[in-house]
């Protein structure tokens, strides 16, 4: 029973969680889920009457539901031997009679656990997280249990902890040691291999089911049913015939009267149908799956965990709905999502190997290494993947990290081009090339391009926020996710018909207005060479950039995979494709004007000018406007267009246009919605001006373990609840233990609640030591899971001192001294609810003045 009521808790509060990630700040702006008084949902309820002898130890990286762990293995306080702890998952099952003939078997449950061990490590988290016990407390670190939901990983524990098991295995001799060293290090190479070839796959998979689902609004291949259009008429296609194979939905039912607005209807119907392929009941929804994800990766990589966002169930459920959600045809990506899925396929096959699966730490550098491998398989370019991987997501981002992302970057890349997923030997849709330079006078143009890209990218991130916050979250469409998804599937679908480009899938639209107008290809009638054609298209992409961008606002936000990389370059090649027109329409109309008659061939249309340039050059600069990115977003446009002539071009809108929107908007539009959501993190690129005094900001009024107090089972259970009643991020917080006022120790509250429920006994008499020797031979040692040696800080430092500690260090506390006298602790929360207080009350004087 115990266990029943113990892993309904975790549920409940799994689910309580993800119901307070889509509220995000609404009615109680300025109370956050991690910094408010303990309530459901915020973390575990940790009743500490109920007598659970065997508490669960998950990590926070797998599923919520996931099974609870004995661990009885750790050291108790009752003397036994190393050999006679077990782990007690299996019975040994009782010998049946053998029958005639039949060989009689005995199973040994320590067979069984041997041979079930790698399914078990990878469905969930198995054993203690610290199994070098004695090392890590000769250390001085103590014993961590596994890390709880929303709460912070110990950066210098666990490298503590590596340095520990690799001076081990320095320490064997010979050539079994050789060998055992070189197949370690080997594992990081063999891990992010792995990474790379399933996330092709994947990648694969969602590509060709998007293809074909986007295709089927409007027909079907006859001669088979699985094909898309590209592929049904791939022969049609290069002979310039008609396909005859490709049949509209008006011609499958013979219907010839009315057969645009049968179309049409058809064209909606199964665009709504593709969600209902994959609407579950509410209670079944897998909000994690919701999202690019990028933000929540950010927040993990900055040493937060989130239980279940990087599981086996997010995956599959991002993976198949993100296919449906790009085949309605919704004003979304897959890119952004491809990251996520990404690092959820890293996290879930580092735990083929122990070194990464019981240390969250390095775990963290192989999500990094994976979401190069997403960006990668996104945008067909690795060093770009690389790049994002450092700039974007990555806290932690180390020379042996780099070479390893770059490894699975360039794995991903070659895994997905073998595959060949639209049977063009190109691994995104949207790759074109170029053959002419730029001319001089066009770096005005450039200029434009870059304003206008930061105007657009800094509006939609305000919008999107502004509609989250004051109206998805405030009406009755936070409580119907579903609804609100069928109502933009059918909006998106009857509004996008009408409009040939709007018509077309977003990566059809984009490689078009990128392409260079060559031989008889017009692009979808892009390609014109009268003053009437160019009138005519140019409205009909002023009305794509207004529909395209307004339906980006209200669907970028719903309870779907949505990515924002594919929007933003839509709408900025839509802008950058009108302006090229109109420098087109200026050099035809005015061809003896000094500046075009210096460059131009009179003799040659459309010789002056190339459109498509303009329009990659405005996509660049709208996504820099939308995420900030500068580097990695140039080398991804350079990758995908293989031009090095035009880097110099994109690199300057792209730097204008960060300026421009950093002036309107602070923030890119994933630390706006961290920010939203309220996610814990520390911006390690952020510079704070208003700062009060370390002294000021420190808890002076915590409850302190004095080791000359007799610290009884019961009085460490009226602190644990007390602490429990008054302090926000309870998994987090902890106890200093002190001497006479003296610093000794830290022992975090998790430790000491597994250390009291490991005694499996009811006596709350039992005296409990902190600091060696113990008082009796009745009391129990629980000097093993305490901090020896915790980092302190003098309470006359500098603020911006204690500030730059956590943001190098990746600290969870840091304890406040005077001349080694305990005054009190900052907890890395606490000092993020600080921060947070000095944005809003920069916000609320920027609103007055």
Excluded at 468 to 477: C, D
Aim: one cysteine or more; proline letters at 4%.
């Amino acid at each position: 029973m115990a266990d029943e009521s113990q892993r309904g808790s975790i549920n409940g509060q799994a689910s309580n969680t993800d119901d307070a990630i889509t509220s995000s700040n609404n009615d109680n702006a300025g109370q956050l889920p991690w910094f408010s008084p303990i309530a459901p949902g915020n973390v575990r309820d940790r009743t500490l009457e109920n007598d659970v002898n065997e508490p669960a130890e998950t990590t926070s990286l797998l599923g919520a539901r996931e099974p609870s762990v004995n661990y009885s293995h750790f050291p108790s306080a009752r003397t036994s031997s190393e050999d006679d702890i077990a782990v007690g998952l299996f019975s040994r099952p009782k010998p049946k009679r053998p029958t005639f003939g039949a060989r009689r078997h005995t199973w040994n449950p320590s067979q069984l656990k041997a041979l079930t061990e790698p399914i078990r490590r990878f469905k969930r988290r198995s054993g203690a997280y610290d199994e070098d016990k004695q090392a890590l407390v000769s250390e001085g670190s103590g014993i961590r249990v596994w890390y709880d939901d929303y709460t912070t990983i110990d950066w210098i524990h666990d490298y503590v902890k590596e340095r520990i098991r690799v001076r081990k295995l320095h320490s064997i001799k010979g050539i079994r040691g050789w060998i055992i060293q070189t197949y370690d290090g080997a594992q990081g190479w063999i891990l992010v291999f792995l990474i790379g070839i399933v996330t092709a796959c994947f990648a694969a998979s969602v590509d060709i089911a998007a293809e074909w689902g986007y295709d089927l609004k409007e027909g079907y291949c006859t001669t088979s049913f699985r094909l898309n259009r590209n592929f049904c008429c791939a022969h049609k296609n290069i002979n310039g015939e008609e396909c005859e194979e490709w049949k509209s939905w008006s011609q499958a039912f013979q219907i010839d009267n009315n057969a645009d607005m049968f179309n049409f209807f058809s064209y909606v119907f199964v665009a709504s149908s593709t969600q209902q392929v994959v609407k579950p009941k509410r209670k079944q929804l897998k909000p994690y799956a919701a999202g690019s994800g990028i933000p929540e990766v950010k927040t993990i990589l900055s040493g937060f965990v989130i239980r279940g966002f990087l599981g086996i169930r997010t995956l599959w459920v991002k993976a198949l709905s993100l296919a449906m959600v790009v085949s309605a045809g919704m004003t979304l990506g897959k890119e952004g999502p491809f990251v996520h899925i990404a690092c959820c396929i890293g996290n879930i096959l580092s735990r083929l190997f122990h070194k990464y699966n019981k240390n969250e730490g390095k775990r963290r550098g192989i999500i990094s290494a994976a979401a190069a491998a997403g960006v990668s398989v996104a945008f067909a370019a690795p060093i770009g993947g690389v790049l994002f991987s450092l700039e974007e997501v990555s806290y932690y981002f180390p020379s042996k990290t780099l070479s390893r992302s770059f490894f699975c970057a360039i794995v991903a890349a070659v895994s997905l081009k073998l595959i060949n997923p639209f049977g063009t030997g190109k691994i995104v849709m949207f790759q074109v090339s170029y053959d002419k330079d730029w001319h001089t006078f066009e770096i005005v143009s450039f200029l434009i391009l870059g304003i206008l890209g930061g105007l657009f990218g800094a509006l939609l991130c305000k919008l999107i926020i502004l509609y989250t916050k004051y109206v998805r979250n405030r009406s009755w469409l936070k409580k119907w996710p579903v609804v609100e998804v069928m109502m933009v599937v059918i909006i998106t679908a009857s509004v996008n018909y009408w409009n040939r480009y709007t018509k077309m899938s977003s990566t059809d639209l984009v490689y078009d207005l990128f392409s260079e107008c060559k031989g008889e290809n017009d692009h979808k009638g892009l390609c014109v060479n009268s003053p009437e054609e160019m009138f005519d298209v140019f409205c009909l992409l002023g009305l794509a950039l207004i529909s395209k961008f307004l339906t980006c606002v209200f669907t970028f936000g719903v309870r779907t995979p949505a990515g924002i990389f594919i929007p933003s370059l839509l709408i900025g090649a839509c802008f950058g494709r009108m302006l090229g027109i109109a420098i087109q329409y200026l050099t035809m109309t005015h061809p003896d004007f000094p500046i075009f008659a210096a460059v131009c061939n009179q003799n040659k249309d459309n010789d002056c000018v190339i459109p498509g340039v303009y329009a990659m050059v405005g996509a660049a600069a709208s996504l820099a406007g939308v995420t900030r990115m500068t580097v990695s977003l140039t080398v991804i446009m350079f990758e995908l267009t293989g031009a090095l002539t035009y880097v110099l071009p994109i690199m300057t809108a792209i730097i204008i246009s960060k300026w421009v929107a950093d002036g309107i908007v602070k923030h890119g539009i994933y630390e706006l919605l961290i920010d939203l959501v309220g996610h814990p993190f520390l911006n390690s690129n952020e510079e704070y001006v208003e700062a009060t005094t370390t002294l000021e900001l420190c808890q002076r009024d915590l409850e302190v373990i004095d080791v000359k107090d007799p610290n009884t089972i019961g009085e460490l259970k009226v602190k644990l609840k007390v602490l429990g009643k008054s302090m926000s991020g309870y998994s987090d917080a902890g106890f200093p233990i002190v001497d006479d006022s003296i610093l000794v120790g830290y022992i975090a509250s998790t430790e000491l609640e597994h250390a009291i429920n490991s005694l499996h006994s009811s006596d709350d008499t039992i005296r409990c030591c902190f600091k060696e020797p113990p008082f009796d031979s009745e009391s129990v040692n629980f000097t093993v899971y305490t901090d020896q040696a915790p980092l302190t800080v003098s309470q006359n430092a500098s603020l911006e001192v204690v500030l730059e500690m956590f943001k190098k260090l990746g600290l969870r506390y840091i304890i406040v001294v005077n001349c080694g006298q305990y005054v009190g602790v900052i907890h890395k929360k606490r000092l993020l609810g600080y921060l947070r207080q000095l944005e809003g009350k920069k916000d609320d004087d920027f609103i007055r003045e």
